[in-house]
């Protein structure tokens, strides 16, 4: 299957960038309160990964997930991952940085 | 099968209502104070949002006589650096997060390896249903109800419970919502600290991104857009301030704008066509933490509040939080309760100690 999603340049940087310093990454798609449709930047295997989460594709090297419901819901045949300034206010880690990441359609 | 347990709690005086609520957005946005470990006697640290770090501190300021020293602990900081080091921390016995799911997820899943019990709540897409019958009459409940669907717009990033989906009977929504719209009109907009602001600055730059991205999105996919849907200009000191006109779309609920919670002053309206399917379209989403019904049929209300699968329904009210009502989520909106005694109990152990004062031994073996 195709990967559903892509990124910027920017983005593309960001990731290099973060995988130089924590080592190997994961994305995940979050939903809900607060920073909730960010996605969260993770150690690869920080988040447990389950049988009810979709594998959207891989971007340099880093898979990005969502869950599956939350997939169907959301109804985005594709994503596009950008990053802005200002910090990510969750756990992700390019919040270090003072950028976060966002997902656009 | 889960079993619905319910709790009746009558309102309380609406201005203290309002102060706690306050109040309550204040310590949630800053570390869910209302769900402190400290009101079951434990030592607590909070770690606030960190586009939030003030108020908490301030809040600390006015207790600090109050509490013993170390009672109370708060970190500020990123939550990639203090978030994780904290949550799985072997000193921890319990956690509470308040934010979005996957870090919920993230933070059960600490509290799994370390074998602690853990409540989250993880945020809603609230719907607010307006029966034909809150118009039968020309009189201050309507004026109510009225007010209950523009309560929306009191959300600057973080109202969890924001009432964002406006479910309106058919047959009333074009009278009673140009009496919404007239209102809406009418709240000012202005700096954070005057008195007379009714509506201040959304919390940080990203989230007023994410407000204008919805927009947008809302726009493409076909939304009406009612009333606002830009970034409020005041001018003076306030020109470039983070303030959003408060937005009304009309849609339906399969659009994004329905279905993903954009934490802002943006309400995604809709009609139904008799109760089966307010019913239908209130619970077609991944939430369920907030939810608003108003009729003057007590008998309706009552149904509606037992099939709406959320953890709070308002009654002919919204956005009240006094501290003896239990709140928190169904589905994806998280596991457990806030406020209530049923808080208290997320922070206790229940031990048995089971004590004999007969000397004698059973007789066996």
Known sequence: ?105 | MARNRSIMVSTVDRRIALMRHHRCIAARRDGSLRNCAAHAGNCTVLKPASPTPWSILRFAELIQDVLPAGVINIVNGPGAEIGRALATNKRIAKISFTGETATGRLIMQYAAQNIIPSTTELGGKSPNIFFADVMAHDDSFLDKAVEGLVLYAFNKGEVCTCPSRALIHESIYDEFMERCLQRIGEIRQGHPLDPSTMLGAQVSTSQMEKIQSYCQIGMEEGAELLIGGHRSELGGELNGGNYFQPTVFKGHNKMRIFQEEIFGPVLAVTTFADDAEALEIANDTLYGLGAGVWTRDATRAYRMGRAIKAGRVWTNCYHQYPAHAAFGGYKASGVGRENHQMMLEHYSQTKCLLVSYDPEPLGFF
């Open chain 1, 1 to 105: 299957m195709a990967d559903r999603i892509v990124a910027t340049d920017a983005a593309l940087e960001a990731i290099e960038r973060l995988t130089a310093k924590h080592g190997r990454l994961m994305l995940f798609q979050s939903g809900g309160c607060c920073d909730g449709s960010s996605p969260l930047c993770l150690p690869d295997g920080e988040l447990l990964i389950g049988p009810n989460d979709t594998l959207l594709g891989e971007l340099g090297g880093m898979p990005v997930y969502i869950d599956a419901e939350q997939d169907e819901r959301w109804n985005r045949p594709r994503f596009v991952l950008d990053v802005a300034p200002g910090p990510a206010s969750g756990f992700s880690l390019e919040g270090l940085d003072g950028i976060h990441f966002l997902t656009r359609s």
